[in-house]
């Protein structure tokens, strides 16, 4: 589509939040890292054509998650002694239970990433019914109800925003616009979920997917590994936040683990990275947050 009007967009900046706090990280770390992964399973492909169902090798880039890459991802954090953000989608809770309940088991937090992965667009009817069926599912079969999540393509929108924050959610981690966690402000001028940014060069599928049909190369482990410590390395110098969107139906085949475990143990290794949930970074923010209001008052 292309612009009748220069009225038909408005003159403002996307985000109306200030500037993100530069709160201290825990224990005298230098900075921080988000750990967490998006658990799409084979929705991966159906949220773009329902007709993808029935095309079963198609199908199985994302079955390859529960059958392999979501237990090695998580034999790989018991190794590391790490604990992980998993965005499950319902329909990945629904159609491998046992997948998702092994990361319960394991200490992992898991988050809300929609049901059935839908792009939430503006005006989309299914936005309400996403989020809805999301928080049954996960509640449905582990008894869980998140209070972090993270859009599927990572899109949002108002619409959105405002259900996220009547419907409980504290964090937030979709939009791509900043090193630090701020609060969202709502159109109303009101105060919006916390939002933990993600970081672009940490989406594993962007460097490590390629399907039969898609054009994508994937990008050797020494391109990526060197891509990844130069932004920690960075980011430890502006006493920032990485935050990965990792796949477990990518970084759980074998090249991409080996990647992984290579760019974990360097973090744990630089010994000044606060390694953390998504939970666990929220709750932070809430802390420094009061504390912060406290002073100002």
Same mark, same amino acid.
């Given at each position: ?125 299914? +936005?309400? /019914?996403?989020? #809805? &069926?999301?928080?049954?599912? $996960? ?5 869980? =109800? @998140?209070?972090?999540? %993270? ?38 001028g009101a105060p919006g979920v916390i939002e933990i940014p993600a970081t672009a060069s ?19 482990k020494e391109h990526v590994l060197s891509m990844w410590k130069d932004e920690l390395d960075? +980011?430890? /110098?502006?006493? #920032? &936040?990485?935050?990965?969107? $990792? ?5 759980? =085949? @074998?090249?991409?683990? %080996? ?21 666990q970074v929220a709750r932070h923010f809430e802390t420094c947050e009061r504390a912060d ?5």
């Open positions: 589509m292309t612009i009748r009007s220069y009225d038909d967009v408005p003159v403002r900046p996307a985000n109306l939040a200030g500037p993100a706090p530069e709160f201290p990280w825990p224990d005298g770390k230098r900075a921080a890292m988000m750990l967490s992964f998006d658990v799409d399973a084979e929705t991966y492909a159906t949220s773009k054509d329902p007709a993808h169902a029935e095309r079963l090798v198609s199908m199985s880039y994302g079955t390859y998650e529960a059958r392999v890459g979501m237990p090695k991802v998580l034999e790989l954090l018991r190794e590391l002694g790490l604990k992980a953000t998993f965005f499950t989608t319902g329909w990945a809770a629904d159609a491998h239970p046992a997948t998702v309940e092994a990361a319960v088991k394991d200490g992992h937090e898991i988050a809300h990433h929609g049901y059935h992965h839908l792009l939430p667009d503006p005006g989309s009817a299914h +936005i309400e /019914d996403e989020l #809805a &069926m999301g928080f049954d599912a $996960l509640k449905r079969r582990f008894g869980i =109800r @998140p209070i972090g999540y %993270r859009a599927p393509y990572g899109e949002s929108c108002d619409e959105l925003r405002i259900a996220l924050k009547r419907e409980g959610i504290v964090y937030s981690s979709s939009w791509r616009d900043d090193v630090r966690p701020y609060r969202q402000v709502l159109p109303d940490y989406d594993d599928w962007m460097h490590g997917m390629s399907t039969r049909f898609g054009p994508r190369s994937i990008f050797p960075e +980011i430890r /110098d502006w006493g #920032a &936040m990485v935050t990965t969107v $990792l796949h477990p139906q990518v970084s759980g =085949r @074998p090249m991409r683990l %080996r990647l992984l475990r290579n760019f974990l143990t360097y973090a744990i290794e630089c010994r000044d990275v606060w390694i953390a949930t998504g939970e209001e406290g002073v100002a008052s």
